[in-house]
């Protein structure tokens, strides 16, 4: 006889199983009763669960940046910020130089990543204003509840779904607490982090001008002729020549001054708990967050908690980056650190947070199989400019333009890496037009899971491109919106190497600069664009600065290459439909009664759940950088 050994194991994760661990000693005669042992055996296979995933569907971790410019990375050109673990990416798979946002401004940006979809076919474009992203938490608009994310369909495929972060697509629709564009209705199992994203009065002791500055301008321009027309109405009054009631007269002197005095303390200085709030699923967890003492570390240790609990089954995680928007913010172990001022210690800081989360899929064994994408949801924004002339805002290096401005490469145009070893081979590099509306086909495939057919889906799957079994683009064309206006379109024919681009429309920008800094971003507004007939032509590959003006004079084709853009251009036309706009001012306006609010009537509370500090977190300590 022996004496032998049972371990029964049970595991636990996300879908609820339940783990135990017992040990069972037992002896088993070696010439008889044989059945004890067929017993055993059946007891195992029906009751044991193995540690390991069978599974061999790709993991995916989409990490998402706020306003990085493309000449903000090593791996870009940059040689004097240290972004180490990006450029890791890249070099370990692959480098996409001319991936393109569907907008450049990151509320509809973010929407079309998620669904594939051009912002246009969900009502997630602004038009006849320039607010064109979610202003409040306390609004109505976000991402429609008809549209279908990557989320909902690898949820339903049987993936673990998880949203760190930035997500600013909307909370509620009616009440404080209907949470119908809240994540977890979006495909996301577990959500950590702003509903909105991060203003500049995050900051504490921040001051902030809310409103862009000609919409600022128009709004008191308009009250000063009220108050002109009203004071016009009671000289009138006093010479006896008006005919109105004194009562109608005062109300009427008094309303301008009534409108304008709350509205420019609300625009001007917008309340920090507002907006700066952090959540944790459907629960408030800080109001107003901290931004530099926790902020980072607080945010990192979810995702890190989330890949060791879901490491034995598929999993998609979503971590969206509140960096490197204004307000700025670092950690103490980061300020001062970068040669760029407050911006790069920021930008080195998000880049840190990016190497703990590598070190954790590779710690856990997951490397090979894991799909690791990192963008950004727009370019640098340029007027990020203190009244002292400091640059708070990122570089987009040879492209001109930047956020909000339309179809100018420096706002669409953004830093993007890829690492997939199964089918990504290091040192990858793709020039041709990739979208990052691509995503969305790209995941559904490598997941096994069917792109929806009851919906246009715009984004193309990169797989091919990525693995070497194609060499153009499925992209023929590529629409860049500005809100609702259509800005340029993108046009890569089937042979050659050139890619064009017509400009419809561009901003204008102040006298002798390429930005619209009396604005603090460009707009939109018929008012603020120049119209071209025929539109501005650029060959995008040739001159991927936009500095060479192709004309009927210096380019035969011209006539020919416009009349194909403009193919492309009615071809996708006929593909919308009317929707309800999501940044109508009914949407987006402040409502008083859905304001989430923690401790009322304070609106104030932090909740901290024993979140790791930074310096629980391993160090990181940048590598030297030589003066370039």
Known sequence: MFTGEILHTHTIGSDNSFIFSQTMLYSVPTNRRCSHLWVAILFLTTFWTPAISDDTRP???LIMVDDLGIGDVGCFGNGTMRTPNIDRIASEGAKLTQHLTAEA?????RAAFLTGRYPVRMGMAAGGHNWRYLPFVAGAGGLPQNETTFA?????????????GKWHLGLNCETRDDHCHHPNKHGFDFFFGTPITNF????DGAETMYVNTRTYKRMRNGCMVLFICSLTLLLLKVMGKNKMSWKTVVALLLIAPGFWIPSRFFFSHRLRWMNCILMNNDKLVAQPFDLEDDLTPRLLAKSLNFLRENQNRPFLLYHSFLKVHTALFATERFRGRSQHGPYGDNVEEMDWAVGEILKEIDRLGMSENTFVYLSSDNGGHL???TPEGEVHG???GIYKGGKSMGGWEGGIRVPTVLRWPRQIRPGTVISEPTSMMDVFPTVLKLAGSETPEDRVIDGRD???LLAGDRTVTEHEFLIHYCGQSLAAARYRPLTGNSVYKAHYITPIWDEGTGACYSAFGCSCDDRWVTHHDPPLLFDITNDPSESKLMTPENEPKFAEIVANISRGVEMHKTTLVPVESQFSYRNILWRPWMQPCCNFPYCSCNLNETSPTLETLPVYEPESISES
């Open 394 to 396: 990122g570089w987009n």
């Open 200 to 203: 500049r009065e995050c900051a």
């Open 152 to 164: 909902t369909l690898l949820k339903d495929a049987g993936y673990s779904t998880a949203l760190v």
């Open 105 to 109: 401004i990151c509320t509809p940006s």
């Open 383 to 385: 007027e990020e400019i």
């Open 462 to 464: 990169m797989m091919p």
């Open 59 to 61: 993991n995916f971790v």
